[in-house]
């Protein structure tokens, strides 16, 4: 983005001051500046990461990166980052449907309208009121849409740390904030990095269904229940099925045993407080979803993203995780799919339900 005759460059302090006041009253919870810059140990252990194909199927992480890593790699102009926050706190303890095992649990973040609609047009209102006020400036807008290392960033701008469990914990917000940033070619009076206030506490280590952290800040993706619903396209591996219980797109389990969410405050932007019908879903419903129906209830979700048959894939491994006899007419109804991972998850889930626990 880029407009009209240029002005005068701002004092450094005094930019960063007004972005803040902007972004706060554009409706975002978190603001902070960084040099656009990030130390050596990102690309470091990106490359282990990848190295060790914890990314998986997604090859897209690999792809670019060295513009992941280092933010003049993808825009040598850009100059700073202003990193933002959007809080989408729950209201009750998210794990607490687990135990319904009838039900389906859609992880928080995934209960109402796509995040990313609703920070991008936060950040392209924040974009238009900088390129408005300081002319000749040049920015850039992204939230998760760009190889961009956006926790680390979001660490150096002092919104919070990388916890144990890999994501950004905030000592205001908890494990409950999305990330977006504007990269800029103004220069922005940077905020004080946030250290790590994880001490001792391995909570989140321990409370992973899947055992996919292979030590602490260190995740397998490809055994993580929100890799495996969400990304992982095909039959989800048997080893990890059981364990998945009724976990249908995403989990939040690690991010809810937080101890910095006792300071977390409920989401304040109505799109990204959980519609009711999206809370306790039942399975046999959601089971009988044709493509038009999936598609009808999940306009504007993230989870339309997925499509019916990898939804219905998810639904199945949760149904037949259900001990509930009463749903194996659902599930023996879905064995003659079109969809061959349908119908094989299908096969899974009565055999299941067939075999005492
Ligand atoms: C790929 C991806 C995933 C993958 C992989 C997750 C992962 N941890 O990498 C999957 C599909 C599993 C996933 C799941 C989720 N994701 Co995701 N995901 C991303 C994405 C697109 C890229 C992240 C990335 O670069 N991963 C690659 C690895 C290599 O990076 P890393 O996690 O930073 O891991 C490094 C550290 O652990 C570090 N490290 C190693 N040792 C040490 C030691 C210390 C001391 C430190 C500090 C670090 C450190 O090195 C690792 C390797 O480089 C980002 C958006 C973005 N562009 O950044 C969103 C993002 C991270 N996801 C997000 C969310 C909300 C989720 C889920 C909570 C969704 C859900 N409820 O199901 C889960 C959480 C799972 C988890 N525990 O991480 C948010 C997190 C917000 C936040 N507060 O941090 C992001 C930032 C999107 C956004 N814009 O808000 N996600
Ligand atoms: S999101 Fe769930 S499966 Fe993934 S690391 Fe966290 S607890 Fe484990
Ligand atoms: S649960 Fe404990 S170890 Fe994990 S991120 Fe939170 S404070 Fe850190």
């Not at 144990?164 to 917000?173: C, D, E, F, M, Y």
């Not at 001990?323 to 969809?339: C, E, M, S, Y």
Request: net charge neutral.
């Amino acid at each position: 983005m880029e407009a009209g005759p240029a002005s005068p460059a701002p004092s450094p302090d005094a930019a960063s001051a007004a972005i803040r006041d902007e972004a706060l009253r554009l409706g975002f919870d978190a603001v902070g500046f960084a040099p656009a810059h990030l130390g050596p140990e990102v690309r470091q252990r990106l490359d282990a990461f990848l190295a060790a194909g914890m990314q998986g199927g997604m090859g897209w992480l690999a792809d670019r990166a060295e513009q992941r890593a280092h933010p003049r790699a993808l825009w040598p102009e850009a100059v700073s980052v202003i990193a933002l926050g959007m809080n989408y706190g729950p209201e009750e303890d998210p794990l607490s449907i687990l135990g319904q095992r009838d039900r389906a649990a859609i992880s928080v973040y995934a209960r109402n309208k796509d995040y990313h609609d609703i920070v991008k047009k936060r950040l392209k209102a924040l974009a238009r009121w900088m390129v408005d006020r300081w002319r000749g400036s040049e920015l850039k807008v992204f939230v998760d849409t760009a190889p961009v290392a956006e926790k680390p960033l979001a660490q150096q701008a002092g919104l919070g740390w990388q916890g144990k469990h890999s994501n950004l914990v905030s000592r205001t917000h908890g494990s409950w904030l999305f990330l977006g940033e504007i990269y800029t070619t103004l220069d922005l009076a940077p905020s004080a990095p946030e250290v790590d206030h994880c001490g001792r506490c391995t909570r989140c280590l321990s409370a992973c269904p899947t055992d996919a952290f292979v030590g602490p800040y260190r995740l397998d993706a490809r055994r993580c229940v929100s890799y495996l619903t969400i990304e992982h396209k095909g039959p989800i591996p048997e080893e990890f099925r059981a364990a998945m219980g009724n976990r249908i797109y995403g989990c939040d389990d690690c991010l809810a045993v937080c101890p910095w969410n006792k300071f977390a405050q409920a989401a304040r932007e109505p799109g990204l407080m959980p519609r009711e019908d999206l809370n306790t879903p039942r399975l046999a419903a959601l089971a009988a979803l044709d493509d038009a129906a999936f598609r009808a209830l999940f306009s504007g979700s993230p989870v339309k993203r997925i499509g019916r048959d990898r939804f219905v894939r998810n639904v199945l491994i949760a149904i037949g995780n259900s001990g509930d006899a009463g749903l194996r007419p659902v599930a023996k109804q879905l064995t003659a799919d079109p969809d061959p991972v349908v119908a094989e998850a299908a096969q899974w889930a009565v055999r299941r339900l067939n075999t005492p626990a």
